[in-house]
Structure formats: structure tokens, C-alpha cells
């Protein structure tokens, strides 16, 4: 993914209606007839520019318009180029010290609107990504990468500052390739609000075709890919933002793939025998943010977050097991460390268990008392009290949010759940304007990308993805010597020293790991899924025979 972290996040209520198809709301479709391949978005893109997409619903349209240079296979083994295949660049040489790569374009890679593609749209790409004018926030995880040359017209190098084994992933895994003759005459710092922004033009397996506000985003297959058309004519991205009208129009037939199902409603989609109910592997993970400046007076810091012994306490107060068996049942399990499991597969629990009395006492030593009569701590006159951001439509995040008001109330806090919309929590989070906050994370397959949320903010601070303003020199110390450890042992402790180094400052609060559910029309095949990212191969998707017309019926 471009963003390490995308914000898994829902808008409410969307359109019944799928105008794409000419349909109204349950009568069914049939792909293996129209070769259209309905697919419900939890919520509507922003914007599918991918150097500044933020959320999971942008990549997942935007990936089938444009293209990285090569691709991980399903192992998402990032060491080195022996787990990535071929995309853009047919193939790839380093150099005998290691500290460049040059990548060769395919020859008939092909925008679509039939310009070739050239190493100059790479080099022009990495200029977008890392120009401080656009404030990419896959930016920091370009910062090895010195500089890229165009050697001709099908070769661009990427030259590296040091020597790691994630330099191929670095250069590769992060960026899409831009077309230079489309957005070159284009100030950066105005590209948010281009016409490409809403409308791109790629080189991938699907060109846009169009977007209607609140209802879709429609994709065509393009006739010209250089790797052979895509099984189906045309993908629609229907906004399908309230989870119960979802499932209805999947049941009815009118999506073939929800590929987030919530786990109370997979009984209910196993009794349609047209749908299967298919477990795909997961890098995605829920978590509170805490921000550790005053959100009205950034220059100050929070006057109850500030003080790590409050943050280490709101941990230990939240019974992990309890609130994910509550709030999401048996979609997800209780988080043991800052990434999800599948990422940190060598270390053990890292994070504090469950101790609603050690909490107390270690609020209590750091002066927040509890007097006679009252429910909530103070320290002098401070209250330990803090607004939760919740989205609105998130109903199994809001099940979380109220398990957690009542676990911190028994240590003398208080929370207060406030319910927002999805725009709203994402200004409010870039903006840092909030005390904590309900998220939900897709991980790429690199944990030192966690460096995007708490590496320690630069100059430009207000752009950063480090949303709460974590500083911690330890931090950033053991994480870059993790990064550029060239021994595969030294990178592994070092990684530790950081993860434990987060947990005991606490910038968050680590709640649980999703496991993922998808629904599916039973005519519909389904390619290789990464966990990474479930619709990286959507073009390689197919019908395997004729799907009824009535679901149920043949």
C-alpha cells in the first residue's frame, strides 16, 4: 500500500440504487452475462490520486488504474526482489554494491490514453511523492531512496543512501506510477483538486469511466493491456455504506463481493446458498489514538495525555479479551502487540495485561486522586476526562466505545463517546484536533512502517500521519537501526527495542486484530488474495458458470 496505515473508516447511509446497472434495489445482475463485476466500497473514496489517498476505499479503485513497477507475491516476503514479480518494469538489475537498481520499463506499457509509458514518468513520480508542496503521506517511506535517474527513455535507476534488505520493497511497494505528460504542467501543491484527482488516467488493467457522487465509481477494461484483458468488461464500486442494506443487496444479488462482513452477520449470509462466506488472511487492526498535545493549543501539551502514567494506566483499565469478544465476536481476536499479529511473528505479548487495580494505584502515585462521592479522578483541578471520536456507522466500533467508557470508569476516568462522520474523523485526525480516537488500520506488509504513525514529526508536522505528535528519540533510534541493519538478528532486536520502547510509552491504546470475511456469489472466482490488500488481482477474477438470475434459482 501506498499509506502503511490506511484508515479503514465508513461514511453512513449510502444509495439502494446501483445506476450503473440499470437496476433497482434486489433485482439481481448477472455477471456471467453482463461481465460486470459488482463490489461494495464501506465507503466512498476521497480522492484516487494515490499519493495522497489515505484510506483502504481509494487504493481499492485506484489500484486497477494505476500501477507499481513490480508486485509482492501472496508471501509478502519483502526481503530483497525473490518474492516480486514483474508489473510495470519487465525486469530489473542491481548494482554490484547494491546501492542502486535500475529498473527497465515494459515495452509496450501503455497509458491509457496510448502515450508510452517511459522512465521518465518514474522519476517524475518520485519527484510528486517526495515534493513537500504535495505532503504525500507515503513520503517518509521513500527517505532511503536518494534520488531516481532516467539512464533512457525505458530504464530508471533508483539510487539508495544506504544499503537495507527493504530497499527493492521501498522502491517499489509504495508508489504508483504517475503519467508525466498528464500532471507535469500541474503545480503540485494543487494536485488534491485536480480533475485527475477524481478522474486518473493509468495504465493498469481498467481505466476510469465514471464516478457519480454517493452511488459508484465505475471501471472499464482496457482493451489495450499489455497483459491480456480482464475477465470482466466492467467493475462497479458501489458506495455501500450501512452494513445491513449491504448485506440485503448481496443477498439479494445485487453485489457479488462485500468483502468486509461483519461477524454477527455471517450466520445470516450462510443461509443464501448462492453466497460463499470466504476467510481471507488480514493485516488490519483497531486501536485508540491518543493525542499528546492540547488539540486547541498545539504548542502545549494535553493536560491529562501529556503524562505517560495516565497513558499506561487507560491501557492496563481495558480488558482486551472482553471488549473484542463484546464489540466483534469472532471478528477479530485481542490484539497482543502494536501491529497485528501476522507482523510480528517472533516477538510474545508485548502489550501490559489486563490490571484495572495496578492502574488505580499507578494513577493514584502520580497524584490523580479520587475524592469521596466522585466518580472521576482529578489532579487539582483537572478532571481525568476525555472526548472519544467514533465513527457514526461503524456499529461494532461503537459496541467497543461503550465497553471501554464503562472499563475506564472503574479507575476513576471518564469518556466521552462522540459519534462523527467519516469526513469528520479524518480532518479532525490530520488536523489534530481531537483528545483520543476509535481507528481502524490496513497494515502494509512492512511493520517499520510504523514509523508513519510515530516516528517523531519533522518541520512539517501538521502534514504528518504521526496524528497524536509521538516523540521519542529511543524510538526513532531503534527503528532506523532495525531499518538498516544488514544483519537479519540485529534488525530483529532492534525492532523489538522499538516495539517495546512504544508499548511503555503508550502514544495509543492497542485493542484487537481483524480477521476479515468476505461474502461472494458463489458463480464468481476469486484470484490469489494478499493479505495486504484483497483486490490486488481483481482483473484475474472470472465467472467459473452461469450465475441464476434469481439468486437461489437456476
Same mark, same amino acid.
Given at each position: ?31 456471467? !452475462? ?62 554490484? /554494491?547494491?546501492? &542502486? ?14 502515450r508510452p509509458v517511459t522512465a521518465h514518468d518514474v522519476r517524475f513520480t518520485f519527484a510528486i511523492y517526495t515534493d513537500t508542496a504535495v505532503? &504525500? ?109 449491504? #448485506? ?35 493485516? *488490519? ?17 494535553? =493536560?491529562?495525555?501529556? /503524562? ?32 497485528? +499479529?501476522?507482523? #510480528?511473528?517472533?516477538? &510474545?505479548?508485548?502489550? =501490559? ?21 466522585? !466518580? ?74 510504523? !514509523? ?8 512539517? *508536522? ?53 480477521? !476479515? ?13 494478499? +493479505?495486504?490488500?484483497?483486490? *490486488? ?18
Open positions: 500500500m501506498l499509506f502503511a496505515q490506511r484508515l479503514r473508516m465508513c461514511a453512513r447511509a449510502g444509495s439502494c440504487a446501483l445506476v450503473a446497472l440499470g437496476a433497482a434495489c434486489g433485482n439481481a445482475h448477472d455477471p456471467s !452475462r453482463d461481465h460486470t463485476l459488482v463490489v461494495a466500497l464501506a465507503a466512498e473514496p476521497t480522492l484516487l490520486l494515490p499519493p495522497l489517498i489515505a484510506e483502504t476505499p481509494g487504493f481499492v479503485v485506484a489500484d486497477q488504474i494505476l500501477e507499481r513497477l513490480a508486485e509482492p507475491d501472496s508471501t509478502l516476503d519483502i526481503a530483497g526482489d525473490r518474492a516480486f514479480h514483474p508489473r510495470l518494469a519487465d525486469r530489473w538489475a542491481w548494482a554490484p /554494491d547494491s546501492l &542502486s537498481i535500475a529498473f527497465h520499463i515494459a515495452p509496450n506499457a501503455r497509458w491509457h490514453d496510448g505532503a &504525500s503521506p507515503a513520503a517518509s517511506l521513500l527517505t532511503n531512496i536518494d534520488s531516481v535517474e532516467v539512464r533512457n527513455d525505458r530504464v530508471a535507476v533508483f539510487w539508495f543512501r544506504r544499503r537495507h534488505a527493504h530497499q527493492f520493497f521501498d522502491a517499489t511497494y509504495h508508489m504508483r506510477i504517475l503519467p508525466e505528460h498528464v500532471l507535469g504542467a500541474a503545480p503540485p501543491g494543487s494536485l488534491r483538486s485536480s480533475a485527475f484527482a477524481r478522474a486518473p488516467t493509468g495504465s493498469g488493467p481498467f481505466r476510469f469511466a465514471r464516478w457519480v457522487p454517493g452511488q459508484f465509481v465505475e471501471l472499464a477494461a482496457n482493451d489495450a493491456f499489455r497483459e491480456g484483458r480482464a475477465r470482466f468488461d466492467r467493475i462497479v464500486f458501489t458506495i455501500a455504506t450501512d452494513p445491513s442494506a449491504a #448485506l440485503a443487496r448481496t443477498i439479494a444479488g445485487d453485489i457479488d463481493i462485500m468483502p468486509d462482513l461483519a461477524a454477527a452477520d455471517a450466520s445470516l449470509a450462510a443461509r443464501a446458498t448462492w453466497l460463499r462466506l470466504v476467510r481471507w488472511p488480514s493485516l *488490519s487492526s483497531g486501536l485508540v489514538m491518543l493525542d499528546l498535545h492540547d488539540p486547541v493549543h498545539r504548542d502545549r501539551p494535553h =493536560p491529562v495525555l501529556d /503524562d505517560p502514567s495516565v497513558r499506561q494506566a487507560l491501557a492496563m483499565a481495558i480488558d482486551r479479551a472482553g471488549l473484542t469478544a463484546a464489540a466483534l465476536g469472532d471478528g477479530a481476536e485481542p490484539a497482543k502487540g502494536p501491529l497485528p +499479529a501476522a507482523l #510480528l511473528p517472533d516477538t &510474545s505479548q508485548l502489550l =501490559p495485561p489486563f490490571d484495572p487495580d495496578a492502574a488505580a494505584a499507578l494513577l493514584e502515585s502520580h497524584g490523580w486522586r479520587l475524592s469521596h462521592g466522585s !466518580r472521576v479522578r482529578h489532579r487539582g483541578t483537572t478532571p481525568l476526562e476525555l472526548a472519544l471520536l467514533v465513527s457514526i456507522s461503524g456499529a461494532a466500533a461503537q459496541r467497543a466505545a461503550v465497553v471501554m467508557q464503562d472499563q475506564l470508569s472503574r479507575i476513576g476516568a471518564r469518556l466521552e463517546i462522540e459519534p462523527v462522520d467519516n469526513a469528520t474523523l479524518a480532518t479532525r485526525l490530520a488536523s489534530h484536533r481531537f483528545d483520543a480516537a476509535l481507528i481502524a488500520l490496513d497494515w502494509d506488509p512492512n511493520p517499520l512502517s510504523a !514509523r508513519q504513525l510515530w516516528a517523531s514529526p519533522g518541520d512539517a *508536522s501538521e502534514q504528518s500521519s504521526n496524528f497524536g505528535g509521538y516523540r521519542s528519540e529511543a524510538f526513532d533510534a531503534a527503528m532506523n537501526a532495525a531499518a538498516f541493519a544488514l544483519d537479519s538478528t540485529d534488525a530483529r532486536l532492534a525492532a523489538t527495542r522499538a516495539w517495546r520502547t512504544l508499548v511503555h510509552d503508550a502514544p495509543a491504546i492497542w485493542l484487537y486484530d481483524f480477521r !476479515r470475511v468476505a461474502a461472494i456469489r458463489d458463480c464468481i472466482r476469486p484470484a490469489a488474495v494478499r +493479505a495486504d490488500s484483497w483486490w *490486488s488481482s481483481l482483473a484475474d477474477w472470472s465467472v467459473s458458470h452461469r450465475c441464476p438470475t434469481r439468486p437461489g434459482r437456476s
